[in-house]
């Protein structure tokens, strides 16, 4: 089964993005998963206790600045679809950075 975690985060600029999970039991070892970034880039500087945001080190393409745990303003899973969620107004191609596994 394929689960989804999605981490949103917003930039004190005002600009807001995500960092996605993806579990999928039964296709990768226990344990393992990828991960991407959706309107953020990977220029972020964050290199504290939180796995996924020194892993990822996402940053603001609006201004630069890194994000991190405290930029976070909401969470959400998504488990049994291979489809991933998107606004009406993310309804065009997917502006992602490339995924990550570990």
């Known amino acids: 089964m394929?689960?989804?975690i999605f981490t949103y985060v917003e930039c004190p600029c005002g600009h807001r993005?995500?960092?996605i999970e993806t579990?999928?039991?039964g296709v990768f070892p226990a344990g393992q998963h990828r991960t991407w970034l959706r309107k953020?880039?990977?220029?972020g500087t964050y290199d504290?206790?939180?796995v996924l945001f020194a892993k990822?080190?996402?940053?603001?393409p609006a201004c630069g600045r890194s994000v991190g745990p405290d930029d976070v303003v909401g969470r959400s899973?998504?488990?049994g679809t291979g489809e991933?969620?998107?606004t009406k107004s993310e309804s065009g191609p997917l502006e992602a950075t490339p995924a990550v596994s570990w």
Request: contains cysteine; positive net charge.
């Open 56 to 60: 990822m080190k996402p940053g603001c």
């Open 48 to 50: 504290g206790g939180d």
């Open 40 to 43: 953020l880039t990977r220029a």
């Open 77 to 79: 899973e998504l488990q």
């Open 2 to 4: 394929k689960t989804r």
């Open 23 to 25: 579990i999928e039991t």
């Open 84 to 86: 991933v969620l998107r």
């Open 17 to 19: 993005g995500a960092l």
